[in-house]
């Protein structure tokens, strides 16, 4: 299997394990506050892939300023990306979550645009950007009502903020990640740095930091951190190396069909004609993206 047929499988991946973490992420935090839930999970994680990347034998320290710039990536993507949608769930529904989240590709190009780096976005791949995210709408569509709901003001903002520095972070890391580094060290030192950060921001911003102790709490944290974390961040520094920016970004149009999906097929809920016209929406627009590789 070519490097570039084996990015696709993994990105296929991501959309399912990042599908499902939403999920988890819900139950998680009945037990743990957000951002404390974040650096348990994180940092854990980050220090198993740092293990590995250390035990496979190809482990080169890298200078300070890469490691810099891999903790600068961290903060952004891990600390910010995935604390303020932990923090932000608290308070939104999980479809106006996704409407939010599937805005990430969209920054992901104009951030890219912005850097002037080596991202080459053409029109085909921001029409078809376009179209997924018109697509996901669609979908959402009873959603959209959510934003005017005022007990959900804060959770947007959280929301945004994840999105925003989701996107900057992989903006970053496709610029600064060293193709002669591993995955695997990458993911390693980002985790970790993102991870760390979320017990600082724990200190500042959650309003307590009692963990109550279950069962259900406790798998949700394993779950995210081995397979959320450990296992898909890894994919993703791979599918990053190998893929554009914007093409990796493609999984939270994915995420939800997925989820829609399995639905229909595995618990008998209803599929509409709105949902179906989304899905192909959706679908056309991230074929046509992938319609004109790097």
Known sequence: MSVIRRAYLFLALICIIW???????KYAVMDFPPFLLVGIRQTAAGLLLLSLAY???K???PNRKYIGLQAITGVATITGGNGF???GMQYVSSGLAAIIGSLTPVLVVLLSLAWHGKERI???????VLLGFGGLALIFREGWQDFIRPEYRWGI???FASCFTWSLGTVMAKQWNSPGVSPLLNAG????SGGLGGFVVSFFFDTNHTIHH???GWMAVGYLALIGSALAFSLYMFVLKHLSATVSSLYTYINPVVAILLGWALLGEALTVWEVAGMSITIVGVWIVNSKRE
């Not at 053409?122 to 078809?128: A, D, E, K, T, W």
């Open 59 to 61: 482990f080169k320290i």
């Open 19 to 25: 599908g499902t973490t939403y999920a988890a992420i």
């Open 85 to 87: 949608v932990t923090w």
């Open 122 to 128: 053409h029109g085909r791949m921001v029409l078809g």
């Open 214 to 216: 279950t069962t259900q």
């Open 157 to 159: 903002a959280g929301c």
């Open 189 to 192: 030192l980002q985790i970790t």
């Open 55 to 57: 035990g496979s034998g």
